[in-house]
């Protein structure tokens, strides 16, 4: 019997220091984890959402709104190159007459769709261009509809005879339907599709106007 109890004595006393050394290494452990994190705290970069400097932002393009006419206004928005202003007592030549007429032209239309007014149409156009134009413009009364229009021109004078001259137009159309009161959007945003348009003018009393129009399919 005491043989047996000085060996369980000893086995529990073999043990001991190894308990100790477990208990040390866990220390350090603790301790190297904890330095860690202070170490980490002081030498990282400090990553985080700070305030952006306060700055006053560019203007953006605002999204154009139309809005009812002025006098003297014109719906139509173009990116055209019209003949070159003429010095004061400056003649003007025939080819710069007839590109003056024709955007003439387009300013008095446009204005006419979007107002649905075909009153000064007379002074720009004649014959089947006015009759044409005063039919459209009763069809989109009647649909309770105007048109604001945006048409990109590329216009090339083929022909000028006498009193007589035609033109050629390559066009990029995105106009689109309108209130005719309000003159806001009837429908979404309109991707710009192509028009090839063929134009005759004529000079009547010294001035020359478009007397037709004729769509390229």
């Known amino acids: 019997m005491e043989e047996t109890t ?10 001991r ?21 202070f170490l980490d705290r002081h030498l990282r970069p400090s ?14 393009k605002p999204t154009p709104r139309i809005a009812s006419p002025t006098a003297g206004a014109t719906a139509v928005t173009t990116s055209a190159t019209p003949a070159a202003t003429v010095a004061p007592g400056s003649t003007l030549t025939p080819r710069q007459q007839v590109e003056q007429a024709y955007y003439r032209y387009w300013r008095d239309y446009s204005q006419a769709l979007f107002t649905l ?3 000064h149409m007379g002074d720009v156009a004649a014959g089947d261009e006015v009759k044409r134009v005063q039919a459209e413009v009763a069809d989109l009364r009647q649909r309770n509809r105007a048109v604001h229009v945006r048409v990109s021109h590329s216009a090339l004078i083929v022909t000028i005879k006498d009193d007589t001259a035609t033109l050629y137009d390559d066009q990029r159309d995105s106009s689109f339907l309108i209130n005719p009161v309000t003159k806001e959007p009837h429908n979404g945003s309109v991707q710009p599709y192509p028009e090839k348009d063929i134009y005759y003018l004529q000079k009547m009393n010294g001035t020359w106007k478009v007397v037709k129009s004729l769509r390229q399919r």
């Open 6 to 15: 000085s060996s369980t004595s000893g086995g529990s006393d073999g043990r």
């Open 117 to 119: 007014d075909t009153s």
């Open 47 to 60: 990553v985080g959402i700070s305030a952006a400097p306060t700055s006053t932002p560019a203007p953006s």
């Open 17 to 37: 220091p190894y308990g100790k050394v477990g208990l040390a290494l866990l220390g350090l452990v603790v301790a190297l984890v904890v330095a860690a994190f």
